[in-house]
């Protein structure tokens, strides 16, 4: 079993930037493949950013890429998320989720969710 605890949402001007956290207690971090996923409000959850187990590889939705970056710190059992260049149309509740596999953008191949963190982007 795996808790994942997002934090370090809020709301934020428009061009501003945030670093989500994430969490992770229980078994192995470091084995998991990590993502971050957005859901707003009635709209399906979607894929943001991915990372690899090792921190080697990374992959973004193209709505993000150049704005964001994935990164993480196995040491310390937490993801991150670097968001700049903040749009009205990043505001969303953001999710950590961790999957044994491979680095995947679809929701359904990870294991272990968090509970979510909103993020306003509003003037």
């Known amino acids: 079993q795996v808790l994942l605890v997002e934090s370090g949402g809020g709301l934020v001007q428009p061009g501003g930037s945030l670093r989500l956290s994430c969490a992770a207690s229980?078994?192995?971090?470091?084995?998991?493949?990590m993502g971050w996923f957005r859901q707003a409000p009635g709209k399906e959850r979607e894929f943001v950013a991915a990372?690899?187990?090792?921190?080697?590889?990374?992959y973004y939705s193209d709505s993000v890429r150049g704005r964001f970056t994935i990164s993480r710190d196995n040491a310390k059992n937490t993801v991150y998320l670097h968001m700049n260049s903040l749009k009205p149309e990043d505001t969303a509740v953001y999710y950590c989720?961790?999957?044994?596999?491979?680095?995947?953008?679809?929701?359904?191949?990870?294991?272990?969710w968090g509970q979510g963190t909103q993020v306003t982007v509003s003037s």
């Open positions: 989720a961790a999957n044994f596999g491979v680095l995947t953008t679809t929701p359904t191949m990870y294991h272990y």
């Open positions: 229980g078994q192995t971090f470091s084995s998991y493949a």
């Open positions: 990372i690899t187990f090792s921190g080697g590889n990374t």
